[in-house]
């Protein structure tokens, strides 16, 4: 068998493309766009990408999807069709560790695919063809990602009347987070995960689904999730208000101190 060549891709840029804005949700993204001066939109299949600068930098900005296949395309697309050179994805989750509350934010120090189980061929949670079941965004791009996100925290209260919706003053986490196909919104299913992975922060629905592609076309990544919910039965209540009145506000504060810093030193 001869090795094979690479298709030409003349979009694509390697380290120096666009940075890849993926949002899980249209409010989150809507708020992303209105702050674009230049966006333009191209649709690539059934979605649509904005192309344009926010704070300076060229990027990419898209709605996610929800679950893991969705978001799989999403990134796929990003990183073949539209070069990018890294990908950070926003959007919520359900809080499993411990410490964890209502309004924090998780940053994933390591994403794992929590339905994944190929045993007895493969050990649970192990990724086929890869050998291993967490993958891992750069340390560098995770720690400066976390120090971001603490940094845009310290003044949220000025957008999020956090007293009034009964909320603390967020802290940010680093750690597990867990991925899979399935809205967790009882207690036992919580416990359950909490069982196979201990050291499990959040859960949601597309985080390693992203890391995967990144990891097959060698892109940094960086997950940041606001936590909406304990993954319980109270899980639903609310989901749309606190999206539109915390996660939105939260995510384009994150992503915009992080577009400011990283003009800021490049
Ligand atoms: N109400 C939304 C559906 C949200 S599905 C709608 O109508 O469109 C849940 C989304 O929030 C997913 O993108 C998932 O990543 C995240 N999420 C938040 N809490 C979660 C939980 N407890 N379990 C799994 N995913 C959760």
Known sequence: MHAASSIDRPDHNGSS???????????????????MPDEASVRCGSRIFWRGHLHGQE?????????????????????????????????????????????DVVVGEALIQH???????????ELPGLGLSR????????????DGVAQALLDVHRHVPLH????PQPRVHQGLIASGDQFVASAEDADTLRHHLPDVLAVEMEGAAVAQVCDAFGLPFAVVRTIS??????????????????????????????????????
């Open 59 to 103: 990027v990419v900005a898209v709605l996610s999807g929800i679950g893991k296949v969705a978001a799989a395309i999403t990134a796929t697309l990003l990183a073949d069709a539209f070069g990018v050179s890294q990908i950070w994805f926003t959007g919520v989750a359900g809080g499993l560790g411990a410490e964890v509350r209502v309004g």
């Open 17 to 35: 493309g666009p940075i890849g804005l993926m949002a899980a949700m249209p409010q989150e993204l809507q708020a992303l766009i209105d702050l």
């Open 115 to 125: 339905d994944m189980d190929a045993s007895p061929l493969f050990p649970k949670h």
């Open 229 to 266: 919910d304990r993954a319980d039965a109270s899980a639903h209540l609310d989901f749309t208000r606190f999206i539109e009145q915390v996660a939105s506000p939260y995510s384009l504060a994150i992503v915009s101190a992080l577009l400011k810093s990283k003009s800021s030193v490049a």
């Open 164 to 167: 009034a919706l009964g909320l």
């Open 135 to 146: 993958l891992h965004p750069p340390v560098a791009l995770t720690r400066w990602v976390h």
